[in-house]
């Protein structure tokens, strides 16, 4: 039996489902996660860490990532929906556990299940809505912007001392995947960002200590 604890969007009496039928998978830090064959028979839930899901060119030794994934996110959400193989490479940024259910039963659950299809669909949406800001961005701004939005969208306003969610303690290469560029790109931008005062790194923390100023600087492309 798995331990999914309940979260917005889905019903005690579905939480309690799936904690019956899953299965908790463990992944250590450093391993890769699932893969493509494992997404086309399972569908997971990520309970505990971070995983990191990205695509990668041999030829030039350069990645993208395109989801960092935490508690609570899905995967693989396209797969369920069309069947189809997807081929991207994950890896475990943390001990990684994750909940595995049967691929079939996610999608009579989407079919006969609202609670469900409340957490799926929008959930789906804010996957798709950030590739197409990924896309846009890439395309649009420059590494600097790239990392401000990034560290903009990871802000916890609620958390006192601003600090970044998924982004906490992440190596500056990993963020850099995330935004299209290298690691010495990210630690002159973050550096920069500290002698504006806008941010406060210690020991791979970041925490905003000027929202309005970091706001300014993005609007202004600068």
Do not use: C
């Not at 001392?161 to 935004?179: C, F, R, T, Y």
């Amino acid at each position: 039996m798995a331990e999914l604890e309940p979260f917005e969007g889905l019903s005690k009496q579905l939480i309690d489902e799936i904690n019956r039928i899953g299965i908790i998978r463990d992944y250590p830090k450093g391993s890769s996660a699932m893969d493509a064959d494992d997404t086309l028979r399972s569908f997971y839930i990520i309970i505990e860490g971070r995983i990191k899901v990205y695509q990668y060119n041999p030829n030039n030794n350069r990645e993208q990532t395109i989801y960092l994934l935490g508690p609570h996110d899905m995967f693989d959400v396209l797969t369920v929906l069309d069947g189809l193989r997807h081929d991207v490479m994950t890896e475990a940024i943390d001990e990684v556990k994750a909940l595995e259910l049967p691929i079939e039963k996610v999608r009579e659950w989407l079919d006969t299940n609202p609670a469900f299809n409340r957490a799926f669909f929008p959930y789906m949406a804010k996957q798709m809505r950030q590739v197409e800001e990924l896309a846009t961005d890439l395309s649009l701004y420059d590494t600097s912007t790239r990392l401000m939005k990034l560290i903009l969208k990871n802000l916890d306003l609620k958390n006192p001392v601003k600090q970044l969610g998924l982004l906490q303690n992440l190596p500056h290469e990993e963020i850099a995947s995330m935004i299209g560029t290298v690691r010495h790109v990210v630690n002159r931008h973050l550096q920069q960002l500290k002698r504006e005062g806008i941010l406060n790194i210690e020991r791979k923390k970041l925490a905003v200590n000027d929202v309005k100023k970091l706001l300014e600087k993005i609007e202004n492309g600068n």
